[in-house]
């Protein structure tokens, strides 16, 4: 059974920084996570930033330059930096590996909630 645990949410003011975490575990094949998505209270969840297994990284218009996307590998853990936070950043915040990265199986994290406070 895949799990995905993501870490590193809470309560920052704006206009400072925060990292999150995503560890994969639970499979036999080394699955990891490859997206990080956020949904707001009323609002669709949507894509924030991708690294796909080339490492190449793709970003929402609204958290380019801001937000880094990275991974280690051998811990199968997937990063999300956030500088420059706005309170419109707020949300809960989930990792996942698609449909098709490992099979026709999609996997999601619990979410971990961030909040920033203007």
């Known amino acids: 059974q895949v799990q995905l645990v993501e870490s590193g949410g809470g309560l920052v003011q704006a206009g400072r920084s925060m990292t999150l975490s995503c560890t994969a575990s639970?499979?036999?094949?080394?699955?990891?996570?490859i997206t990080w998505h956020r949904q707001a209270p009323g609002k669709q969840r949507e894509l924030v930033a991708e690294?796909?297994?080339?490492?190449?990284?793709t970003y929402a218009n609204s958290v380019k330059g801001r937000f880094t996307i990275s991974r280690d590998n051998a811990k199968r853990t997937l990063f999300l930096h956030m500088d420059r936070l706005d309170p419109e950043d707020g949300g809960v915040y989930y990792c996942?590996?698609?449909?098709?990265?490992?099979?026709?199986?999609?996997?999601w994290g619990q979410g971990t909630q961030v909040t920033v406070s203007s």
């Open positions: 639970g499979s036999i094949i080394p699955i990891v996570p």
């Open positions: 996942n590996v698609p449909r098709g990265y490992y099979g026709p199986v999609e996997y």
């Open positions: 690294l796909n297994i080339k490492g190449q990284a």
